[in-house]
Each structure stands twice: as structure tokens, then as C-alpha cells.
């Protein structure tokens, strides 16, 4: 069967691979498919042909997997958001797991290391701490709205639709943050709305609403809102301030940030607090942060307390050990550690990430930590004394290769990889394997209705190398 772009084809979905799409086989080619699961009877129709392989969207569901359910959001299929509401939970834990299993296999050649069953997010909704929303002067329809000829189509406030940076949904509730947060939405589309300021077109690149981002602290229940905008206006912005911090006493704070940039980051080139104050209190571990509007601090507060559990057991702290964190962000990984290990010293490249951890030290009564604020590719070199554990965290793009000869070079006995991208552990425990190995590994479903996962690694020295080394 000779497959092209625009063909119609009936399949069976037996698979789920990388990136959350279902796998279908035509004539021994690979098609993947938008929204599907294994056990789905379905004509597709080809909208991306490769030498290799082929993506697709379902045209109609002749028979549905038993593994579907029927998902509770009515953006399910079209936001980007979260992909696999229409998935049984439990499953999705299932395929992550598989995820990481494959990965390791397919691109590391690791086999034989035991692979934990994913641990669940404590909660499945209303977890997420941090939604962003954009302003758009092009409101995307929704199949059910196109006939809809009294529908505002010249403003939307939401999410945007996968794979684009133009096409925003008029999002009314997100399902994946509390529901104050959806209060907070709905309030600020109004005023928005009657404001008599235009929204930005991500076209024109003019107007003046951008982006809504709200911040939840799930330990104080308090929130944060940050309107961004293309200009500081606080005749405009300060009726708005005045009115959330009336109606909602958990809004602690009401920030403006300013770009006149026309690349689509919730950032501001300056930041003005127009209500209460500038950053809310989250805890994690008993330990309490500062959440600044822009600072970086896990998306899923209840999950992130498994995750840096699972960090520390397999971190096998003592007391007696000085143990270096790499990409150590805002410390929090370090302030977990502290009171287990002698000293803890974090590296980082973002200077307002390192003020951060400083002050998050101070804050906490934590006098153990010290950090450090380089590139890892060059200070690791002269790096000393030797730590007896290493934490490594890195972003989604894993360690550039000068990373990884630094971190060989340090010898340490034990080291914790912290992994938010299956492809891209295999590639560097393979970079390592020459002197560690992996013990075990632990996924951590941080991202309910997602195909994204955390994955945490246990590794030990390779037996020659402590031999040569003791």
C-alpha cells in the first residue's frame, strides 16, 4: 500500500510510543497517531509522510480501546495542555514506565537494571501551582462553536492549540489547576474584556494584554497573579489589582511584568508589584521557598515532595558526606540534603537562581549550603575536594558532553541522576557507563494526563574503577 500525505486508511492502534501518540504498522512502516491508544479501530488520515515513518490524525473511531475513558475536560483533544485525558490513569502510568524502559533499551543499550512501577502524583487534577495564558486577538474555535455566529472571535485568554504559537482557545477552565485559579481567569477575562485596552495580536505584535500567569502556594493556599503586558499602565492595571486582592483574600500578591518584546515568553523586561507582595511562600519537606513571578519551582508541589524523597533514599546520606548538586536552580534539592549530609554545594549558571538559593538558605536556617554561580562545562574542572555524592538535575536537553568528562573526572562514589527526558538519561548514562553503572531507577509521574515523566537513577562505580581506586 503506497502511503502519501492526505491518504485515508483504516487501522488498528498496538502500540504507544515516545512523545504519546499511538502506533499503527502499515506495510511494516511506523504511522503515529494524534489521540490514539492501543486496542483502537480507526480511519486515519496522513498529514506528515517521512522516508521512515508517517504522522496521522483519527477521522473517525470505529472501535474504541478499553483503555479510553471518556476524559472530563471539554478542550480534551484539542488544547495542548494535556494530551491523554482520555486515558485511564493507571495506564498512563503503565506506558510511562514504558517509556523509560525503552529509552534505556532502544538509545542507551541498557538492559537488566530494574525499573521501578512509576510512582503516582499524589493528586491527578488541581495540581499544577503555575498556569500561564495568553492573549490573542484571534480567538481559535472549537468544532462545536464554528456555526456559532455570536461567538467574540477578536479575543481569547487561554491555552494554545499543540504545536502552535498563534492558535489560542478562549479557555473558560483548566482543569489541571485548583479551581480558585479558575475564579481568577474568569475575573480577569472580564476585565480584560470591558478594559478598553486591546489584547496583543501575536501577528501585528501590537496591543497591550499578553499573558495572565497565576502561581498557587499549596502549603499557605496563597496566590499570586502577574499580568504581563507590552507597557507599565497602572491606571489601567491598578482597578484590576484592587479588585482580586478585595474579592480573594488567598491573593497575596498582584505583579505586572512589562516586554515590549515580540517573542511569546510570559518575561518581563521589568517587573512592578502593584499589589501586596512580591513573591507567596510554598514548603516542600517542611522547608519553606520564595516564589518570585519569575523563579523557577516544580510545577507539581505534592509531586515534587515524592520526587525529592525518592532523591534522597537513593542518595544514602550518612552525615559524614559532602555532596555536590549540580544545576542546583533556586537550592531546593541542596536544602533537602542539608540536614543529612555534612555540607551540600550547588552549582548554577542563573545568577538570580543562586540569589534565590542563597536567600531560601537564610530563610530556612540552613548554614551547610553554599553555591557556587558558573557554567558547569568549565568550573567543574577545578572543582575540590571531591564530593562523596553528586546530585545531577538537568534540564530536558541533559548534559553537554564537557559536562559529563568533568563529572567523570570527579570520581564520586555515588551519583543521583534527576532525569525530566527518558531519551536523553539513556544518552548520558551511556556517556558514563565507562565508570558507572545503574542500580535501579524510580519514574515519577510529576504530569498527570501528560506522556512526560521523571525518572530518577541510582548509580554506583563500576567495580574497576573502585578497585583501581582504592
Request: glycine share 8%; hydrophobic share 40%; with cysteine.
Amino acid at each position: 500500500m503506497k502511503i502519501k500525505k492526505g491518504s485515508m486508511l483504516d487501522v488498528d492502534i498496538t502500540g504507544i510510543a515516545f512523545g504519546g501518540q499511538g502506533l499503527a504498522r502499515v506495510d511494516g512502516m511506523a504511522v503515529f497517531v494524534d489521540q490514539a491508544v492501543p486496542g483502537d479501530r480507526v480511519t486515519i488520515r496522513i498529514f506528515k509522510k517521512k522516508k521512515n515513518y508517517a504522522q496521522a490524525r483519527i477521522v473517525e473511531l470505529h472501535t474504541a480501546s478499553p483503555l479510553r475513558i471518556v476524559p472530563p475536560c471539554e478542550y480534551s483533544g484539542f488544547c495542548g495542555g494535556c494530551k491523554w485525558q482520555f486515558l485511564n490513569y493507571d495506564q498512563q502510568l503503565v506506558y510511562k514506565h514504558q517509556h523509560v524502559v525503552e529509552s534505556l533499551e532502544h538509545i542507551g543499550g541498557i538492559t537488566g537494571v530494574k525499573v521501578h512501577e512509576t510512582l503516582r502524583s499524589p493528586t491527578v487534577f488541581g495540581y499544577r501551582n503555575k498556569m500561564e495564558f495568553s492573549c490573542s486577538d484571534r480567538r481559535w474555535l472549537l468544532p462545536a462553536e464554528m456555526s456559532n455566529p455570536d461567538i467574540e472571535r477578536g479575543f481569547a485568554l487561554g491555552l494554545h492549540v499543540p504545536g502552535t504559537y498563534y492558535k489560542v482557545i478562549d479557555t473558560r477552565a483548566c482543569l489541571l489547576q485548583p479551581e480558585m485559579g479558575n475564579q481568577l481567569l474568569q475575573d480577569v477575562r472580564e476585565f480584560l474584556g470591558t478594559s478598553g485596552r486591546p489584547v496583543y495580536g501575536l501577528h501585528s505584535h501590537e496591543g497591550f494584554w499578553r499573558f495572565l500567569m497565576l502561581r498557587h502556594s499549596v502549603a499557605r493556599d496563597q496566590w499570586m497573579v502577574n499580568i504581563v503586558t507590552s507597557e507599565a499602565d497602572r491606571k489601567t492595571l491598578d482597578p484590576l489589582a484592587e479588585q482580586l486582592m478585595a474579592r480573594y483574600p488567598q491573593v497575596v500578591s498582584v505583579i505586572n511584568n512589562v516586554t515590549s518584546r515580540p517573542a511569546s515568553v510570559a518575561i518581563g523586561e521589568s517587573e512592578y508589584t502593584l499589589a501586596g507582595a512580591g513573591v507567596i511562600v510554598d514548603a516542600i519537606g517542611g522547608y519553606e521557598f520564595e516564589i518570585s513571578a519569575n523563579s523557577f519551582f516544580q510545577t507539581n508541589t505534592r509531586g515534587a515532595a515524592v520526587l525529592y524523597k525518592t532523591v534522597a533514599d537513593y542518595a544514602g546520606l550518612c552525615g559524614s558526606e559532602t555532596v555536590l548538586d549540580l544545576y542546583s536552580g533556586t537550592g531546593t534539592i541542596p536544602i533537602l540534603l542539608a540536614g543529612s549530609c555534612k555540607e551540600v554545594i550547588g552549582i548554577e549558571i542563573v545568577d538570580s537562581a543562586v540569589a534565590d538559593a542563597v536567600k531560601n538558605c537564610q530563610r530556612n536556617n540552613v548554614s551547610n549550603c553554599r553555591f557556587i554561580k558558573g557554567d558547569l562545562r568549565t568550573c567543574l574542572a577545578h572543582f575540590a575536594p571531591r564530593p562523596d555524592v553528586l546530585i545531577i538535575d538537568p534540564p530536558r536537553s541533559g548534559m553537554h558532553p564537557d559536562t559529563v568528562k568533568q563529572v567523570l573526572e570527579l570520581e564520586a562514589e555515588r551519583i543521583v541522576y534527576v532525569s525530566c527526558n527518558p531519551a536523553t538519561l539513556a544518552r548520558d548514562l551511556t556517556l558514563m557507563s565507562d565508570r558507572y553503572y545503574p542500580l535501579e531507577v524510580q519514574p515519577v509521574d510529576m504530569f498527570p494526563h501528560t506522556y512526560h515523566i521523571e525518572a530518577v537513577v541510582k548509580l554506583g562505580k563500576n567495580q574497576q574503577e573502585s578497585s583501581s581506586g582504592s
